[in-house]
């Protein structure tokens, strides 16, 4: 490590040129490194490994080598990010004016940006159709005929897809299931319609069509994708019977990553085959959107121990990071592994001994016995836990927590909820770690704020 303000040297494992191994998992990540980063840009933090991101991106391209393959980038947005995919060669799917402005400003260029439509307020449509007229090549996808009605009115004739609901969703929890959920996309029996209106009455350049079943997709979960992939292929194969050609079927993405430490890798390679299979014959290139695969395993959250109780038969141990900072626990049940890194030096002692009570004195994390812990954080809510019940090297006030897989939907969906700033975000490339989002401060808060 350097020392001052500047980068830092940091251990990693980079295998961009042939995709790396199919997950890295907490435990394969340099601890004292880790807590080198803690010690330097203090907790919570986010650390991101880019490397990682480019190995992601280039297993991607050899699973699905005739596929256009665009990033959900509202899996992370952060610049740096961005910035890795984009050289990757992926394209940028966005699901808001924000993310399209993302995208556009990390330099992907026109033609390379899809934005998908959900029920778009007024300023997002009106963002878009300007930045269409600067970049005509970015294709704008629709779920519902009054989206096609309100691009007309803003004159938008642009490239256009239809995003149909195919009626069949899957996903790691219902709340991210949005294949069958009446809220995404036309029901499928009428979007060849809609597509057929949208490239006739109202003069646009029908494109594609587009679905998405949900998001964290397992092997178990391969028959309802290939159910939608079928179901996406016969209604471009109606389009062409109907004299409409497309340039591409996009079946979303969504592919999973294994949370917990005895989940298998997903099988890239046999969710290719299968949705290449389950297509068929179409005039059309294969797309699909992953967001998740990309980013998940690229991330850790660095959190520090700062209370060890025990109540109610249980030992409690607060940290500084908590739903503000992760929501998916709290939000989805999510899993998420963890993993005790001690303080990089003597632990700090408490009168209480550490979590399980015990008063032998410092033994090193390597050395102690696991015990069931809940890792709660500073929030008020009581759905403010990291896990429950969780087997954890006994841990000591002070000493500090690495959660696994934390890039997709970690810092994304960090709020300032109670009041709290949000964490600071490191990035790793060419081993080497720099700060690429600072930690917010109370004044970041309160500016928005009009004086009375």
Same mark, same amino acid.
């Given at each position: 490590?350097?020392?001052?303000?500047?980068?830092?040297?940091?251990?990693?494992?980079?295998?961009?040129?042939?995709?790396?191994?199919?997950?890295?998992?907490?435990?394969?990540?340099?601890?004292?490194?880790?807590?080198?980063?803690?010690?330097?840009?203090?907790?919570?933090?986010?650390?991101?490994?880019?490397?990682?991101?480019?190995?992601?991106?280039?297993?991607?391209?050899?699973?699905?080598?005739?596929?256009?393959?665009?990033?959900?980038?509202?899996?992370?947005?952060?610049?740096?990010?961005?910035?890795?995919?984009?050289?990757?060669?992926?394209?940028?799917?966005?699901?808001?004016?924000?993310?399209?402005?993302?995208?556009?400003?990390?330099?992907?260029?026109?033609?390379?940006?899809?934005?998908?439509?959900?029920?778009?307020?007024?300023?997002?449509?009106?963002?878009?159709?300007?930045?269409?007229?600067?970049?005509?090549?970015?294709?704008?996808?629709?779920?519902?005929?009054?989206?096609?009605?309100?691009?007309?009115?803003?004159?938008?004739?642009?490239?256009?897809?239809?995003?149909?609901?195919?009626?069949?969703?899957?996903?790691?929890?219902?709340?991210?299931?949005?294949?069958?959920?009446?809220?995404?996309?036309?029901?499928?029996?009428?979007?060849?319609?809609?597509?057929?209106?949208?490239?006739?009455?109202?003069?646009?350049?029908?494109?594609?069509?587009?679905?998405?079943?949900?998001?964290?997709?397992?092997?178990?979960?391969?028959?309802?994708?290939?159910?939608?992939?079928?179901?996406?292929?016969?209604?471009?194969?109606?389009?062409?019977?109907?004299?409409?050609?497309?340039?591409?079927?996009?079946?979303?993405?969504?592919?999973? *990553?294994?949370?917990?430490?005895?989940?298998?890798?997903?099988?890239?390679?046999?969710?290719?085959?299968?949705?290449?299979?389950?297509?068929?014959?179409?005039?059309?290139?294969?797309?699909?959107?992953?967001?998740?695969?990309?980013?998940?395993?690229?991330?850790?959250?660095?959190?520090?121990?700062?209370?060890?109780?025990?109540?109610?038969?249980?030992?409690?141990?607060?940290?500084?990071?908590?739903?503000?900072?992760?929501?998916?626990?709290?939000?989805?049940?999510?899993?998420?592994?963890?993993?005790?890194?001690?303080?990089?030096?003597?632990?700090?002692?408490?009168?209480?001994?550490?979590?399980?009570?015990?008063?032998?004195?410092?033994?090193?994390?390597?050395?102690?016995?696991?015990?069931?812990?809940? *890792?709660?954080?500073?929030?008020?809510?009581?759905?403010?836990?990291?896990?429950?019940?969780?087997?954890?090297?006994?841990?000591?006030?002070?000493?500090?927590?690495?959660?696994?897989?934390?890039?997709?939907?970690?810092?994304?969906?960090?709020?300032?909820?109670?009041?709290?700033?949000?964490?600071?975000?490191?990035?790793?490339?060419?081993?080497?770690?720099?700060?690429?989002?600072?930690?917010?401060?109370?004044?970041?808060?309160?500016?928005?704020?009009?004086?009375?």
């Amino acid at each position: 490590m350097t020392d001052g303000d500047g980068d830092a040297d940091v251990h990693t494992t980079a295998h961009a040129g042939d995709g790396g191994p199919a997950i890295r998992r907490l435990a394969d990540w340099d601890g004292a490194d880790l807590a080198d980063l803690a010690g330097r840009y203090g907790t919570p933090l986010y650390v991101a490994d880019l490397d990682r991101v480019r190995e992601n991106c280039a297993r991607l391209d050899a699973a699905f080598p005739d596929a256009e393959v665009a990033y959900a980038v509202k899996a992370h947005t952060g610049r740096a990010v961005l910035d890795t995919v984009r050289e990757a060669g992926l394209d940028a799917e966005c699901a808001s004016a924000g993310e399209v402005e993302r995208a556009l400003d990390a330099g992907f260029p026109g033609d390379r940006v899809r934005y998908t439509a959900v029920n778009p307020p007024d300023r997002d449509l009106d963002y878009v159709v300007d930045a269409w007229r600067e970049h005509p090549e970015l294709t704008v996808v629709a779920g519902a005929a009054d989206t096609v009605d309100r691009l007309s009115a803003r004159g938008f004739d642009g490239r256009i897809a239809v995003r149909a609901n195919p009626g069949v969703g899957a996903g790691h929890h219902e709340k991210v299931r949005t294949g069958a959920n009446a809220k995404f996309g036309v029901p499928i029996d009428r979007a060849a319609d809609l597509a057929v209106a949208a490239a006739r009455d109202f003069g646009m350049d029908l494109v594609g069509v587009h679905a998405h079943a949900g998001s964290g997709i397992s092997g178990d979960d391969l028959s309802a994708h290939r159910e939608l992939v079928r179901r996406m292929g016969d209604l471009a194969r109606e389009l062409a019977d109907r004299g409409l050609d497309l340039e591409f079927v996009d079946v979303g993405g969504g592919f999973g *990553v294994p949370y917990r430490e005895d989940e298998p890798p997903l099988d890239l390679a046999a969710v290719a085959e299968a949705t290449r299979e389950a297509l068929g014959d179409v005039d059309a290139t294969l797309a699909i959107e992953p967001g998740r695969y990309v980013v998940a395993d690229a991330s850790v959250l660095l959190t520090r121990i700062n209370t060890i109780k025990h109540a109610a038969g249980t030992a409690v141990v607060g940290v500084d990071a908590g739903m503000t900072t992760l929501a998916r626990p709290a939000l989805y049940d999510a899993y998420h592994a963890i993993r005790n890194l001690g303080s990089g030096g003597e632990p700090a002692e408490s009168a209480s001994g550490d979590a399980a009570g015990d008063d032998r004195g410092p033994l090193p994390v390597a050395e102690r016995e696991g015990t069931p812990v809940t *890792v709660a954080g500073p929030i008020c809510e009581s759905g403010d836990v990291l896990c429950e019940d969780r087997p954890l090297a006994r841990p000591r006030r002070g000493e500090l927590l690495a959660v696994g897989n934390a890039g997709a939907y970690g810092y994304e969906m960090a709020s300032t909820y109670n009041s709290r700033p949000r964490p600071a975000e490191v990035v790793l490339t060419d081993g080497r770690a720099r700060l690429a989002r600072r930690r917010e401060s109370l004044a970041d808060i309160t500016d928005t704020e009009e004086d009375q």
